[in-house]
Structures are given as structure tokens and as C-alpha cells.
């Protein structure tokens, strides 16, 4: 039986540790561990685990000019469906001239992409765009 | 101080200095997560992009109610995945084409320089699911009841996973000593 609940305790200390328990849990927890060493002890190493994966992890860090490249796709996408839009409000002769062109822009971009990875060899990083707007960067193997 | 919802109700209202001041405050956390699902930082950082996306196109899907730490780790959580079976399916194209000593070893080299740190080293070895709760219990401070909703499992899977993954990591900190 005491097998069994200590167990059942077990399983929440390393949501005791990131004190993210309801009261009720942690409450059942603590009047646990007043009385099991082992526990005391489990708790001792998960903390020092937390603390040993922070230091790990704080570390790492994404490039520092991320935020800007993503401002500037947002605004890239923004750019595209303005241009979009202008085509879709064009007369319909001439929106249907627009349409093949990027038509046959999309097409050849989605064609050169498929055959480079298929092929999957050298590394390649490349800027994608359509419209004369980059788009996204892709990394791949050709 | 402005709390994230509000932050995130401005970003749906196409505010861009929300959008900046919530990428600040999201990038790293969501830069490390990513980092345990896939094995080099620039994928890591095509997730933290695409997750911003999604934020910045999908903010005014956000639930009131909803924790934004949890929505936000979410999405990545999805790219994550995707990016790795696309880096999974990459390295079995790879596997199918290549000779042995191709390109495939400065990529490697950059992967072991990250996992040097041996808690690092440690983490990689255990398996992806138990990698995300470890750290999404003890780095992002996440509840269990948030961690199964995230992972889309229930919770007990949740308690398991993680009494597994600790005492592996404990073992493999034991063994590297």
C-alpha cells in the first residue's frame, strides 16, 4: 500500500518541482513528503535536474536577425496578395494574360523545386519569389 | 505591463510592434523547444519563423480562454513535427543516393558541437516524446494537464513519459560522470 501511493506521488513531483500542482495536489504532496525520505530525496535530484537543463538550454539562442527576416516576409506576403488583388480586379482579358504568366511562373518554380528534390544531392539555400517579390527562403539538395 | 493576450488581440488588429514585442518575448522559448524535436538550429529557426507566421496570420483565432504560452508551443509543436519528417525523409533520400563522407558530415559535426554540453548529450538520447516533456515540464514549466492537451495524449501517458525520461536522463548523467 505504501509502495502504491508513494508511487502515485511520484509521478507528481516533477509538477511539485515547476510548481504547477492545484493546491489540492500540492498540499497531498507536501504532507507526503514530511514523512518519506525517498521522496525528499527525488525532489532533491529533479530540482537539480531543472536546474542542470535551464543552464543547458539558456544557451541556445535563434539568430539575431530572425525577427527582422520574418518582418520582412510579412511584408513580402503583404506586397504579393496587393499584387494579387490588382490582377484579380484587372478587366478579364487582361487579368487572363496576368494569370498565364504567373501561371507559368508557379509551374516552373514547382517544377525546378520537384526535380531538385528528387535528385537530393548538393546542399542548395535559395530565395523563393514571384512577382519580383521574395517570398521565403528554401533550403534544399540539388 | 500589457499581458500576452492583449499583445496577441493587437497582433490579430495587424499591430506590428506587438507582433515584435510577442516575437521577443516567444522566440527563444519556441527556438528551444524546436531544438527537441529537430537535430540543427536552422531548422530550429525556419520553426520559430513559421510559428511567428502563424501567429501573426492566425492571432485572431486565439481563444480568450486559452493559455498563450500553451497556443504559441502548439503551432511549433506542429512545425516541429513537420520539419522533422521532412529532415527524416531527406536523410533516407540521402541514405538512397549518396556514398559514404558526403555532405552530410559538417551538418553533423554542427549537431554534435550543439549536444557537446553533456546534459545536451544526454537529452538527445532519449526518445523524442519523452525529450519534449522533460523539457516541456521542467524548462517551459508547463502543467501535465497542459503538456497532454499540447501532445494531444492523456495525462497518465504524460506522468509516464516523464517518469521514463527522468530516470533515463538520470542514468545517462551517471554514466557520463
Known sequence: ???LRCRKIRELL????NGTLSEEERVLVERHLRRCRRCR??????????LKLGEALDELEPSAGLLKETLELIDAEARLEEELLKILRLPRAERQREMKQLNFGLFALGFS??????RGRLPFEAELSALGLPLAKIRGRI | MEDDQGLITRIAGGDRGAFSRFFREYADRV???ALTLVSDRALAEEVVQETMLAVWKGAERFRGGACPSTWVLGIARHKGLDKLRQEQHNAKLQAEHDEPDTVIE???????ELLKDRVRAALEKLPTEHRETVVLAFYQGLSY??????MGCPEGTVKSRMFY???RLKEFLREER
Open chain 1, 1 to 3: 500500500m505504501r509502495f
Open chain 1, 14 to 17: 516533477p509538477w511539485f518541482v
Open chain 1, 41 to 50: 530525496a527525488e525532489v532533491e535530484e529533479l530540482r537539480e535536474m531543472k
Open chain 1, 113 to 118: 523545386l520537384g526535380v531538385a528534390y528528387e
Open chain 2, 31 to 33: 527556438y528551444r523547444y
Open chain 2, 106 to 112: 559538417p551538418e553533423r559535426a554542427a549537431a554534435q
Open chain 2, 145 to 150: 494537464r497542459e503538456i497532454a492537451e499540447l
Open chain 2, 165 to 167: 525520461a527522468k530516470e
